[in-house]
């Protein structure tokens, strides 16, 4: 039933009287756990309806994929520049465009 909590959920249970049992994970299983997590947290991202709770939730996406990126000794700074260039590149969603299809190259 466990799953991986943010680094001060286990203080914030002592604080509330109650005792919490918690593991350290292991490389391998904290990286299956930060994906599980991400999965989560998307899933709570599509279900939020109200702006702060898209926020909330957004947040909450974008702290686990810094710890991914962590995880795999890269900088989240990194992935923002990465970001910002193939937006660049290939521009962003604000169009709203949705591809149906492509057609052959009637030449080749």
Do not use: C
Not at 36 to 41: I, Q, R
Not at 67 to 82: K, L, N, P, Q, W
């Amino acid at each position: 039933m466990g799953k991986l909590v943010r680094d001060k959920i286990p203080d914030i249970i002592r604080a509330s009287g109650r005792r919490p049992h918690v593991t350290t994970l292991t490389e391998g299983s904290y990286r299956r756990a930060l994906y599980d997590k991400l999965h989560e947290e998307v899933d709570e991202l599509i279900a939020a309806t109200a702006t702060d709770a898209l926020i909330e939730e957004a947040a909450d996406v974008l702290e686990v994929v810094a710890a991914i990126a962590a995880e795999r000794h890269v900088g989240f700074s990194d992935i923002v520049d990465a970001a910002r260039q193939k937006r660049a590149e290939k521009g962003g969603f604000g169009m709203r465009l949705w591809l149906d299809g492509v057609e052959p190259n009637p030449e080749g």
